[in-house]
């Protein structure tokens, strides 16, 4: 009888050690759903990205069940480890090159970024070159536009004052 | 007296040269693009140049993976664009899975779903609950849609067996007798 | 009955333009009076014939006209009235109309002037109107036509202007599908209206500059003649911008104020230009400098206003803003062509006469200055342009479609706008003629001084970012410059009039209106900057979803969501859904705000309408993105907060002020007078003569 009783104990023991330890792994699980990326997470990749779908929308604000999936699936991929980089190429493989907010530095593309500094240097360029051409064209009556120039070179308020003064004096 | 003004010179030649190229080299540019935004969809008589569909795993074709349009020389290819997203899609997707159930077994005639800017999840969802069973594959990058200028979906594209195309449909079928009849034009 | 009618009146419209603009021709080769004045009467005479087709439009789109065909698309019966005459402009067709209606109410107005001393422009500046008249009218009628009604033949519908086929009857749907949600707006009145004032009154100024060229008549008249309309239309399109930045702000929901989208950035380039042109005008009325300039940046700016429409309405374009695709393509590429090729080969050919008067002699004097100020301006033009340009050319040479967005512009035009900023605050201090490092720097070193002590106070007490104190900076410099000007030139009234301060300042400000209007728009501006740089440096955004009672922590704000309902309002066809939060600071109560979502049944689309609380200091701005319908489980709440971005909106105020202020007639003759005299004797040669 002691043996019949021994053996229940042994097996409630071991039925409570196995509730135990289901409740202790169920827990852990539970545990690791809270490292789910939050809403912001999912923004700060989102907002790089424009929609596939939609027109110059980016895709952190597009309203459209086609976008909620996407912010689902960049969710699914932080959680998974993955980096920024990693998803941006990720959509990029998939859906073009025309869900990135500024084209990829590849190719063709290098024109973009070149293109406008070149253009702007080239045009300060040019102006400075006509305007020492000017300024050369201007020296040649030196003597005289000096003797000129000494009367206008007063500082700016005087100047001012003293045009505001011979205005009025006509005026009144 | 203003000789040291600057003269009274014209325009310097390089300089008009680059006005004008530049000038026309904008218009003609937005003239192309102007002209390809006109064009709309490809066109039945229009040749369709060889592409590649990855497809899902469990939809494959014939065990491969990834099919290109001229391993169906000879047959009819019925190409479907649809998303999981796309409410008209819906309207359709059962119909299309009975066409190609009743075609199934000829052996000439093949259906494929090209699924547009989709998430896989969804997209399998999608095939589960229509329960689809003709080949299907995600359109990398929309280089297909783009080649045939789709401008939504559902879009369908009828192939001939010379790989011209010879039909297209745009929106969903209403029954599977339209698929059917289109279909039924170029089976001898 | 009534949409024959219309058309009817349209066609005529387009004739009289076209017997308009060959009788100007004819009258000005054959220099025949006569014919320019019937030129000039035709002109005038389009402005009653497009208003009526204008009326008859508004009262088939108000009287649920649904058989014709834009009525159908742009309203429905669930539209308030005033909703749906602003539907005039809801749809390509209309605001073409639209377009057509403004054009005639400017050069008609145009025509009414008194042309005593400038008849020679008068042909010129007629066939220019009337060749853009025509093809905008003729678009109308032969593409977009307004009054298409459907009609049923053969089992099929479609819109035609009469009848397709013989038996065919007119079809009238129950319902319009009524205008887009997120037009449905108070901002649909007034940001489209004020856009496309901007863009048209810019072809009266255009068309003068041409007249000039064409006459040879290249001296300050044409400029003194348009000055003040390219005031008023750069002030109609500056608000227009505002307009729409605040609307985006406040409906689209995605808590911000401009989003660098090709269809913004086309209305963008022409206010760039626009701006440059009234600057640089100044050289030439003081100096008789800067003629090609000026000549160029006019011209620019209509052709961009021109080119911007026409990309924005072809669908060349990819952008929420732009219209669908349009049959207008190429008849409207043909008209952008000819005019852009017209007014370059016109200004090549005048290059020559377009002649300086004087030169400038330092590289810091006003209007070398104002050169750079150009030279600015055309820098942003020319990342703006590429920037939209650039994604045409990829698709078209590798097939490939990007997108150009916001890092691309704000990383290239931030120096740029610096740069601006910084030139606001020098230049009204550099002296014309000849200005050294040494007297600007005489005239600068105190603002140069307060602005960097407000830089350091902000560095302890608001931020160490260096963007934003360089912007500080900047904008310190600017205020405190330009007040500086109004403080020298009243106590220098007070020297020499013994007035005390107040009358000093208004009598001051009275006399120049041109300087001071444009000191208080440098102010304007400054404030503008401080609101942009809150937002683009500081905003915090953050989002998450709570159940009822729960709140979210951002920036010093708690936000406790407490609860949602949602109801339908069958008048008006929408269902609104709205949460109420309460907001806490510091655990001090402030308010409660109401974001809301409302679902238009008809379009099947919704409506995000944040809560906003605005102050000085931030917004606080809750957006509602989501609930779960059954149950209050929870509501997903995006929120943002902004810092400064209300100075943007006190800016344009003030920048509206400044305006109207510098656009005010002068009323006193003798005031006048001294100021041209002032101008006359600046522009002697320096030189021995």
């Known amino acids: ?36 990326p939050t809403d912001d997470d999912v923004n700060e990749v989102a907002k790089q990205l424009y929609c596939p779908v939609c027109e110059n929308t980016p895709l952190d604000v597009c309203p459209t069940e086609a976008c909620r999936q996407w912010r689902e699936l960049i969710r699914t991929q932080l959680g998974e480890g993955m980096t920024e980089q990693q998803i941006k190429d990720y959509f990029v493989a998939n859906y073009g090159a025309r869900v990135l907010s500024e084209p990829p530095r590849t190719g063709l593309n290098w024109l973009v970024y070149i293109l406008p500094p070149v253009i702007i240097l080239l045009g300060a360029f040019f102006l400075f070159r006509s305007f020492r051409e000017w300024t050369k064209a201007s020296a040649t009556a030196a003597t005289i536009s000096a003797e000129r120039s000494e009367s206008e070179s007063s500082p700016a308020k005087d100047d001012y004052v003293a045009r505001l003064e011979e205005e009025l004096k006509k005026r009144k | 007296m203003t000789e040291n003004i600057p003269q009274k010179r014209g325009v310097p030649l390089w300089a008009q040269i680059s006005i004008w190229v530049f000038l026309v080299a904008l218009l003609v540019l937005v003239g192309i693009i102007l002209g390809k935004r006109q064009q709309g969809n490809v066109q039945p008589g229009d040749k369709i140049p060889d592409f ?15 099919v290109k349009l001229s391993d169906f020389q000879g047959k009819v290819v019925v190409l479907n664009f649809w998303a999981s997203w796309c409410k008209p899609c819906e309207q359709e997707a059962a119909e299309l899975e009975e066409a190609w159930k009743s075609y199934e077994a000829d052996g000439r005639v093949v259906f494929l779903g090209a699924d547009y800017v989709d998430t896989e999840p969804e997209a399998r969802a999608y095939l589960k609950k229509f329960g689809i069973t003709f080949s299907n594959g995600p359109d990398m990058g929309t280089k297909i849609s783009q080649m045939f200028r789709i401008s939504g979906v559902p879009e369908t594209y009828f192939i001939d067996p ?26 001898p | 009955m009534l949409a024959e009618f219309g058309f009817g009146v349209l066609v005529v419209s387009l004739v009289v333009a076209i017997y308009s ?107 220019v109107s009337a060749v853009t008249l025509t093809f905008f009218l003729g678009m109308t009628v032969i593409f977009e036509n307004p009054f298409a009604r459907y009609w049923l033949a053969n089992g099929n519908v479609a819109p035609s202007m009469f009848s397709p086929a013989s038996g065919a009857t007119i079809f009238t749907p129950d319902d319009g599908q009524g205008l887009n949600p997120l037009l449905r707006h108070p901002g649909m009145v007034i940001h489209p209206p004020m856009l496309y ?27 003194r003649i348009t000055r003040r309309w390219a005031l008023w239309a750069w002030l109609f399109l500056s608000f227009g911008l505002v307009l729409g930045g605040r609307w985006a702000y406040d409906v689209l929901g995605w808590g911000g104020y401009w989003g660098w989208d090709p269809v913004e950035i086309a209305a963008f380039m022409p206010w760039l230009t626009g701006t440059a042109f009234l600057h640089s005008v100044m050289i030439q009325e003081k100096r008789g400098l800067l003629k090609h300039w000026n000549m160029i940046l006019i011209i620019l700016t209509y052709a961009l206003v021109i080119f911007g429409t026409f990309l924005t309405r072809s669908g060349v374009l990819s952008s929420v803003h732009a219209f669908a695709n349009s049959p207008i393509g190429p008849f409207f590429m043909g008209f952008v062509s000819l005019t852009l090729v017209a007014s370059v080969a016109l200004v090549i050919w005048r290059w020559p006469i377009l002649r300086s008067e004087t030169e400038m002699k330092s590289m810091l004097s006003r209007e070398a200055l104002f050169l750079l100020n150009n030279l600015l301006f055309i820098s942003i033009l020319v990342v703006c342009f590429w920037g939209v340009i650039f994604p045409l050319v990829s698709e078209l040479f590798t097939g490939q479609k990007v997108t150009v967005g916001p890092p691309f512009y704000e990383r290239a035009t931030a120096p740029l706008f610096a740069g601006l900023l910084f030139l606001m605050a020098v230049a009204p201090l550099s002296a014309w003629g000849h200005s050294t490092v040494q007297t600007l720097g005489r005239a600068i070193w105190k603002s140069v001084t307060a602005a960097l002590v407000i830089v350091v106070v902000l560095f302890f007490t608001y931020t160490k970012n260096i963007v934003a104190l360089v912007g500080f900076f900047l904008v310190a410099l600017a205020l405190s410059a330009t007040i500086n000007e109004f403080w020298r030139g009243a106590r220098a009234r007070q020297k020499t009039q013994n007035e005390n301060f107040f009358t000093a300042i208004s009598r001051l400000m009275g006399r120049n209106r041109r300087r001071y209007g444009g000191y208080i728009i440098h102010i304007s501006m400054a404030l503008m900057a401080i609101g942009i740089l809150g937002i683009e440096v500081f905003q915090t955004q953050t989002q998450g979803t709570l159940a009822a009672g729960e709140s979210m922590d951002i920036s010093g704000y708690t936000v406790e969501y407490r609860e949602l309902a949602s109801w339908d309002s069958t008048g008006e066809g929408v269902n609104h859904t709205r949460a109420v939060v309460d907001v806490y600071k510091n655990g001090i109560y402030l308010g409660e705000l109401n974001p809301r979502i409302d679902y238009f049944f008809d379009s099947q689309q919704n409506m995000t309408i944040p809560g906003q609380r605005s102050t000085l200091r931030d917004d606080l701005y809750v957006l509602l993105v989501d609930w779960q319908p059954v149950s209050s489980i929870g509501a997903t709440f995006k929120i943002f907060v902004n810092p400064l971005v209300n100075w943007l909106w006190i800016g344009s105020l003030v920048f509206l002020l400044g305006v109207i202020f510098a656009a005010w007639p002068d009323n006193d003759p003798a005031e006048e007078t001294a100021r041209r005299n002032v101008s006359r004797s600046n522009r002697q040669p320096s030189a021995a003569d």
């Not at chain 1, 229940?8 to 071991?14: A, D, G, H, P, W």
């Not at chain 3, 054959?30 to 014939?49: C, G, I, Q, W």
């Open chain 2, 52 to 66: 590649s569909l990855p497809l899902f795993s469990g939809y494959e074709y014939a065990g491969k993976s990834e």
């Open chain 2, 162 to 187: 010379n790989g011209v195309l010879y039909y297209v449909k745009i929106g969903p079928f209403v029954s599977v007798d339209e698929i059917k009849s289109i279909v039924a034009q170029k089976l």
């Open chain 3, 21 to 127: 603009g060959t009788a100007a021709v004819n009258g000005a080769l054959n220099k025949s009076s006569a014919m320019v004045e019937s030129a000039r009467r035709a002109m005038l005479l389009t402005f009653p014939l497009i208003s009526i087709a204008a009326g008859t439009l508004i009262y088939l789109l108000v009287n649920n006209h649904y058989e014709v065909a834009f009525v159908y698309e742009v309203t429905s019966r669930s539209m308030p009235t005033y909703l749906k005459v602003t539907a005039w402009w809801g749809g390509q067709a209309g605001s073409l109309v639209f377009w057509s209606w403004l054009l005639a109410v400017f050069t008609s107005a145009v025509t009414l002037r008194k042309w005593d001393r400038d008849i020679e422009f008068l042909p010129w500046v007629v066939l």
């Open chain 3, 197 to 223: 004032l901007g863009f048209v009154s810019f072809v009266i100024p255009y068309a003068f500059a041409m007249a000039a060229l064409i006459t040879g008549r290249t001296d300050d008249r044409w400029i």
């Open chain 1, 1 to 36: 009888m002691n043996n019949t009783f021994y053996k229940k104990s042994l097996r409630i023991t071991y039925l409570a050690l196995l509730l135990l330890a289901a409740l202790l792994v169920s827990t852990s699980i539970v545990f690791a759903q809270d490292d789910i």
